[in-house]
């Protein structure tokens, strides 16, 4: 089996959230697994590509719409990945130093057309065309619809939807730039009125995966305007929970934290990157220490932050640190909270991994107020790490923390207000309090597995289901 992953970002290449992570995750399972699996996604220009060197493997032209493009292909040298890794190099459109912008529809247009052209005239094809979100989705239409791609139309493509808020969304004026089609079938593009590459990977896709279980259910009822296709599309739909590469985020062997850690060791441990953060930050590493990382965006309940924060700095004796940037508003209303909460509270606006891994190895809790979460990955890296996290029980949320109260190992909110997660976070100072039963707790939420393996093996089995 041979299969090919399509995708926007990879992690460590490209990452700007937890797709990154999956892509360049589950393949490496996969190989492990004995499945030859590896990643397409564009060239761009960023740290990882400068630092890096790679081998032209191939050179043509595309056509999108009225224009040509000259594109390669690159291959990456000394390559460690754990899979093969295949960059899409169209100087124009996708060598930028950012992976979305306002030409996302002519950029992944282009790189999906370049993926086609570049399997069309591979000598062995992939078994399975594996998209991850819209970014990729007319790739499943194109196939078996496009007839420059009538040689690929009996392989299966699988789509993996990681977020259904973004659908990709352009107008009819454009359709002229998806290599020619049976016009009859156009309607299979549109969803609204709006080509929607998304629903058209719903529908035309021969499987579709959501990254957990929970928000393949929550999708039926909402799914930014797409309930009733998902709804309708069930049969072939399955949710299979996302895991985390356990290589990566590891407290024993990480890198980016100030003193790694074992089950054994993880008090001493987890205490040093305590201190580290808070004499970073100006914050008292004797208070418990709340923290978020994230995008800074409605869906992650970021809104609410500086409110939820504000009232829990005025009523608790507790230390917060934010990493995270987004929306300008609530950039600028997190930051100017800075002032008025000093030794309490610090933002750090902007994006840095490894930051993000010392706050999971140094924080008590992190807190995801999340509106929607297909998956979430943070609330495993904050388990693996020891940290509690704090959740609306929604999605992959609702799949992966248990509440305290029910023999679990977290804290559940059941709705994402500041009145619920400031009393989730009282719930979470008493449990702090009560030291013996928080440090045991540590212990064993740093053991929980939520490695690749389970999921890996349940792709694979969804990928037999289909040849
Ligand atoms: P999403 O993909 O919706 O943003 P996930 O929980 O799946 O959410 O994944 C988010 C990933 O991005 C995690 O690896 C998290 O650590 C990382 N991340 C988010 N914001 C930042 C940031 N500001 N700095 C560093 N890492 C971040
Ligand atoms: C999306 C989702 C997130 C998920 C990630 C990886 O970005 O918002 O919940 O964990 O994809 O699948």
Same mark, same amino acid.
Do not use: F, T, V
């Given at each position: 089996m041979n299969i090919i992953h399509v995708s926007a970002e990879c992690y460590p290449i490209a990452k700007v959230g937890g797709l990154a992570d999956v892509v360049g995750a589950l393949p490496k399972y996969q190989n492990q697994l004995g499945v030859r699996s590896s990643v397409i996604m564009p060239f761009y220009d960023n740290k990882f590509t400068k630092s890096n060197s790679f081998t032209n493997t191939y050179a043509a032209k595309l056509q999108l719409g009225d224009t040509t493009y000259n594109y390669k292909i690159l291959t990456l040298d000394n390559n460690t990945l754990g899979f093969d890794l295949f960059l899409v190099d169209v100087p124009e459109l996708l060598f930028k130093d950012y992976v979305y912008s306002f030409d996302d529809t002519d950029r992944f247009l282009a790189f999906q057309i370049a993926v086609l052209d570049w399997i069309l005239q591979l000598k062995e094809k992939p078994t399975i065309v594996h998209c991850h979100d819209h970014h990729t989705g007319l790739i499943p239409f194109m196939m078996p619809h496009s007839h420059d791609y009538d040689k690929l139309k009996d392989i299966p493509t699988v789509l993996t939807i990681h977020?259904? =808020?973004? =659908?990709?969304w352009f107008s009819h004026d454009n359709v002229y730039k998806i290599p020619p089609f049976d016009f009859d079938k156009v309607g299979l593009l549109d969803w609204s009125h709006t080509i929607n590459p998304l629903a058209a990977a719903i529908k035309c896709a021969w499987k579709v995966t959501t990254v957990s279980p929970s928000y393949m259910e929550e999708l039926k009822t909402a799914a930014n305007g797409l309930e009733s296709l998902l709804s309708h599309e069930s049969a072939k739909c399955i949710g299979i929970l996302n895991g985390i590469d356990t290589n990566v985020w590891n407290p024993e062997t990480d890198d980016f934290i100030i003193k790694t850690y074992t089950e054994k060791t993880i008090e001493s441990g987890r205490k040093a990157n305590k201190k580290w953060l808070c004499d970073e930050f100006d914050l008292d590493a004797e208070k418990p220490l709340f923290a978020f990382i994230g995008r800074l965006v409605g869906e992650k309940g970021a809104d609410l932050l500086p409110q939820i924060f504000e009232e829990a700095l005025q009523k608790y004796d507790i230390s917060i640190l934010l990493l995270g940037s987004g929306s300008e508003d609530i950039q600028n209303h997190l930051r100017s909270l800075e002032d008025k909460y000093i030794g309490n509270y610090s933002a750090f606006i902007g994006y840095d991994e490894k930051l993000s891994h010392i706050i999971y190895a140094g924080a008590d809790f992190l807190l995801m107020p999340s509106r929607v979460e297909p998956c979430g990955l943070n609330q495993m890296y904050a388990l693996r790490y020891g940290t509690v996290p704090i959740v609306n029980k929604i999605g992959g949320l609702k799949d992966t923390v248990v509440d305290i109260t029910e023999n679990g190992f977290g804290i559940c909110h059941e709705e994402v207000s500041v009145k619920s997660v400031v009393k989730a976070i009282e719930r979470a100072i008493e449990f702090y309090k009560d030291t013996q039963n928080f440090k045991k707790n540590r212990k064993l939420i740093s053991q929980i597995d939520h490695s690749w393996n389970a999921s890996a093996k349940q792709y694979i089995t969804l990928y037999e289901s289909l040849i």
């Open positions: 977020n259904a =808020q973004y =659908q990709g």
